[in-house]
């Protein structure tokens, strides 16, 4: 009867340490989503902060373009137009 005492403890503590082994993995994979998430968190708003100022940028430039009264296009090296705006004025017939 002893050895079987002896046993039902030496199983109660490989349970125990078990236990503590996988609370403690769980609080690191825990603490590791969290900071998983700030940090998706904290590149989200980058992404909305530069997209804000991409887009602030373009109409500006935008704003630019359509107030010149003249003809402006940018033509790349495969002779592709890839902006152009025609300003139908007195200046062109």
């Known amino acids: ?3 079987f005492a002896a046993d039902a ?3 109660g503590i490989t349970l125990a340490t078990m236990w ?9 994979e825990k603490q ?8 998706r968190d904290f ?3 980058r992404v909305k902060e530069q997209a804000r100022k991409l887009a ?3 109409a500006k430039y935008r704003t630019l373009l359509e107030q ?10 495969d002779d592709e137009r890839q902006h152009a705006r025609h300003e139908r004025n007195s200046f062109v017939s």
Do not use: C, F
């Open 20 to 28: 503590i082994t996988l609370t403690s993995a769980w609080q690191r």
């Open 56 to 58: 602030q940028s373009e």
């Open 68 to 77: 010149l009264p003249v003809v402006v296009y940018q033509e790349e090296a």
């Open 1 to 3: 009867m002893l050895t």
């Open 9 to 11: 403890a030496g199983l």
């Open 32 to 39: 590791a989503t969290n900071l998983l998430k700030q940090g």
């Open 43 to 45: 590149l989200d708003q």
